[in-house]
């Protein structure tokens, strides 16, 4: 059980569009769920936290029109790169959190802006 | 402020056992976990200790001490799978967020 998924696995996208992330909690109903980044040989870094129905909370430096994310369902949030950079390409990871402390975590999203 | 500290890279050989240490500062504390993460894959949950005192889970331990602000993971028996990028977070707010140390890269060797 716990199971969560992201799509797509991998992206490359032009500089200056945008790009869609999906996270899914496929057994159980996430109330919350947490979008980090990677940037290589370096750690987890929280962007934003979001609950269902309401809007994510940003993290400090984190630009909340750049990262659109959406929560619309208790399996379902989303994260929209816009006007993707070079600079943004990085390794996207969501979280899906239940009634617990525990965060599962998705495969992840591998991110190259050319 | 919050921050987590554990060294940047270990070694260690097969069949022996490794201790990763990790000391943490946060607010609202409630908790540390371990994860394991092999390069370009997601972070896969080893453990979770909120009360002090050593968890025992197979080959890993995980211990805890809340008033020193300090974990360690304890893996026995190193297998070559066994290398991989380890994780200490402190779970900060309540349940809300975690907070990630850097990361130990461990490389077991024959």
């Known amino acids: 059980g716990a199971v969560v998924s992201q799509h797509p696995s991998r992206v490359i996208c032009k500089s200056g569009t945008s790009v869609k992330i999906e996270c899914r909690s496929l057994?159980?109903?996430?109330?919350?769920m947490f979008w980090y980044r990677q940037f290589p040989k370096q750690s987890l870094m929280l962007m934003a936290t979001?609950?269902?129905?309401?809007?994510?909370?940003?993290e400090q430096g984190v630009e909340k029109d750049k990262f659109l994310i959406n929560h619309a369902s208790l399996t379902l949030s989303t994260l929209t790169v816009t006007s993707a950079h070079p600079e943004d390409s990085s390794f996207y990871i969501c979280s899906a959190r239940g009634t617990g402390a525990e965060q599962y975590f998705g495969p992840g999203t591998r991110l190259t802006v050319t | 402020g919050q921050n987590i500290d554990q060294p940047t890279e270990m070694t260690a050989t097969e069949g022996a056992i490794v201790q990763i240490n990790c000391t943490y500062q946060?607010?609202?504390?409630?908790?540390l976990f371990w994860y394991q993460q092999h390069a370009g894959e997601a972070p896969t949950f080893l453990s979770y200790?909120?009360?002090?005192g050593l968890e025992e889970k197979g080959r890993f331990s995980s211990f805890l001490s809340r008033s020193k602000g300090y974990s360690y993971l304890l893996l026995k028996e190193l297998q070559m799978k066994d290398s991989a990028s380890y994780l200490c977070?402190?779970?900060?707010?309540?349940?809300?967020?975690?907070?990630f140390g850097a990361g130990t890269r461990l490389a077991v060797h024959p």
């Open positions: 946060t607010s609202g504390f409630n908790g």
């Open positions: 200790n909120v009360l002090d």
């Open positions: 977070a402190a779970l900060s707010g309540g349940y809300n967020k975690l907070i």
């Open positions: 057994d159980f109903q996430a109330t919350t």
């Open positions: 979001s609950n269902e129905g309401s809007k994510a909370t940003y």
